[in-house]
């Protein structure tokens, strides 16, 4: 085989170059129309983009407010992307000329994308960029454009137990009132205990509708637990402990754990959860959206400067910005307009896949979703990295 190879000329492939050059330039530029049971299927359950309006808007408190979204046959969306509880939608805005992305959870029954309707519930994070402009611009009407529906933060029978404890803090309630809604509904078959935590009971989302479903469906069990108030009957005083959660959970069988709230409780929850020996599998994490202030870690490195210089290459163009070392790269990027791609925001789903060709970053512990050849092949996601030196990335076409 070796002999034969040494005859071959390379001036014998220039003619092949040449027809497979010219084949290309005379194929037809549009792509073949697929039509199959599963293509159809795939397509609708995965829409690169879903094109929506504002049917309604519910207000939840000062902060809070649940948009209800339909399809906006206008824009070519004729029907919503089906999905399980627990998953989240990438919405999509151009903020004074510059792309911007933010992932919400859907509130809302799986049941509902059937009758045409997703609900986000959302809550106005002080300084934040995106629930902000979604306050002050979103009303009946307004036309929205969003992913399809995404995350792993869903009930999956082969790995989780039959019986789950879910503990929420604040707005991470809302996958929680879509999966309660989905058992309630027969999508979903577990036992669900909720330990929601909140500040007072002014303060809870969705009282009444939880009180409801609770009432309805045997499989659903909801616990408050109030931080700065005290009340008689089924109330719990403090913060979800382990003490607590055993206090709730079967003594005599398996149990899984899902959580979502701020940053602040999964800090906390976590120290706890450590104490209940539980399985890995067990215990599912909701992603935590933008992590801030990666100066509050235990192992994050001391003596960084406050500012570095970030060099990025998109495609051909190459920018230099400088940024703050409390933000991540993608905060950086986006602030000196700098468009990235992404979804979750958090290092789960892996759209802002970069490589770092020089300099040093640090990764919340919590948001190390890199395999072992990203590590090997320094590659990193800017979402949820923090510069601690000048760095130079290569990062995909925005999407």
């Given at each position: 085989m070796?002999?034969?190879?040494?005859t071959l000329?390379a001036?014998?492939?220039?003619s092949l170059?040449k027809?497979r050059?010219?084949?290309f330039?005379?194929?037809?530029?549009d792509?073949?129309?697929?039509?199959?049971?599963a293509?159809?299927i795939?397509?609708?359950?995965?829409?690169k983009?879903?094109?929506?309006?504002?049917e309604s808007?519910?207000?939840?408190g000062e902060?809070?407010?649940s948009y209800?979204l339909?399809?906006?046959?206008?824009?070519g969306?004729?029907?919503?992307?089906?999905f399980?509880?627990?998953?989240?939608?990438?919405?999509?805005?151009?903020?004074e000329g510059?792309?911007?992305?933010?992932a919400?959870?859907i509130?809302?029954s799986?049941?509902?994308s059937?009758?045409?309707k997703?609900v986000l519930?959302?809550k106005?994070v002080e300084?934040?960029?995106?629930?902000?402009?979604?306050?002050?611009?979103?009303k009946?009407?307004?036309k929205v454009?969003?992913?399809a529906p995404?995350?792993n933060?869903e009930?999956?029978?082969?790995?989780?137990?039959?019986k789950?404890i879910?503990?929420?803090?604040?707005?991470?309630i809302?996958?929680?009132?879509s999966m309660?809604?989905?058992?309630?509904?027969?999508d979903e078959?577990?036992e669900m205990?909720?330990?929601?935590?909140s500040?007072t009971?002014?303060s809870i989302?969705?009282y009444?509708?939880?009180k409801?479903?609770?009432s309805?469906?045997?499989?659903?069990?909801?616990?408050?637990v109030l931080?700065?108030?005290?009340?008689?009957g089924?109330w719990?005083?403090?913060?979800i402990?382990?003490e607590l959660?055993?206090?709730?959970a079967?003594s005599?069988?398996?149990?899984?754990?899902?959580?979502?709230?701020p940053?602040?409780?999964?800090s906390?929850?976590d120290?706890e959860l450590?104490?209940?020996?539980?399985?890995?599998?067990?215990?599912?994490?909701?992603?935590?959206g933008?992590?801030?202030n990666p100066t509050?870690?235990?192992d994050?490195?001391?003596?960084?400067?406050e500012?570095?210089k970030?060099t990025?290459t998109?495609?051909?163009?190459?920018?230099?910005?400088e940024g703050?070392t409390?933000?991540?790269?993608?905060q950086?990027?986006?602030?000196?307009k700098i468009?990235?791609?992404?979804?979750?925001?958090?290092?789960e789903?892996?759209?802002?896949?970069s490589?770092l060709?020089?300099g040093?970053?640090?990764?919340?512990?919590a948001l190390?979703y890199?395999?072992m050849?990203?590590?090997?092949?320094g590659?990193?996601?800017?979402?949820?990295?923090?510069?601690?030196?000048d760095?130079?990335?290569?990062?995909?076409?925005a999407?």
């Amino acid at each position: 085989m070796s002999s034969k190879l040494k005859t071959l000329k390379a001036r014998k492939f220039v003619s092949l170059l040449k027809n497979r050059q010219a084949t290309f330039k005379a194929a037809k530029s549009d792509l073949p129309q697929i039509n199959d049971q599963a293509t159809v299927i795939a397509r609708a359950l995965h829409p690169k983009r879903q094109y929506l309006t504002v049917e309604s808007v519910t207000e939840r408190g000062e902060d809070c407010k649940s948009y209800t979204l339909i399809p906006d046959k206008d824009r070519g969306t004729d029907s919503l992307a089906y999905f399980s509880a627990g998953k989240y939608l990438t919405v999509f805005e151009n903020i004074e000329g510059m792309p911007v992305t933010r992932a919400y959870s859907i509130s809302s029954s799986p049941k509902d994308s059937l009758n045409g309707k997703y609900v986000l519930t959302i809550k106005l994070v002080e300084g934040g960029l995106m629930s902000r402009y979604i306050f002050d611009t979103w009303k009946k009407g307004t036309k929205v454009e969003v992913s399809a529906p995404s995350g792993n933060f869903e009930y999956q029978p082969l790995r989780d137990a039959e019986k789950v404890i879910c503990i929420a803090g604040g707005s991470g309630i809302t996958p929680f009132i879509s999966m309660a809604n989905a058992v309630a509904d027969g999508d979903e078959d577990f036992e669900m205990t909720l330990l929601y935590g909140s500040r007072t009971s002014e303060s809870i989302l969705f009282y009444d509708e939880l009180k409801e479903l609770e009432s309805k469906c045997s499989k659903v069990k909801v616990i408050h637990v109030l931080s700065d108030e005290e009340k008689e009957g089924q109330w719990e005083k403090g913060f979800i402990t382990a003490e607590l959660i055993k206090k709730y959970a079967p003594s005599d069988e398996a149990y899984s754990i899902f959580l979502c709230g701020p940053q602040q409780m999964y800090s906390f929850v976590d120290k706890e959860l450590e104490k209940l020996q539980l399985p890995k599998k067990y215990i599912r994490h909701e992603m935590f959206g933008e992590f801030h202030n990666p100066t509050s870690q235990d192992d994050y490195p001391e003596n960084i400067p406050e500012k570095v210089k970030i060099t990025v290459t998109i495609q051909d163009s190459t920018y230099t910005v400088e940024g703050l070392t409390n933000d991540s790269v993608m905060q950086t990027l986006e602030k000196n307009k700098i468009a990235v791609p992404a979804r979750c925001r958090s290092g789960e789903c892996g759209f802002c896949h970069s490589h770092l060709l020089s300099g040093k970053v640090y990764v919340p512990k919590a948001l190390e979703y890199r395999r072992m050849a990203d590590h090997k092949f320094g590659c990193i996601h800017p979402c949820c990295s923090f510069p601690l030196t000048d760095i130079e990335i290569s990062v995909p076409v925005a999407k």
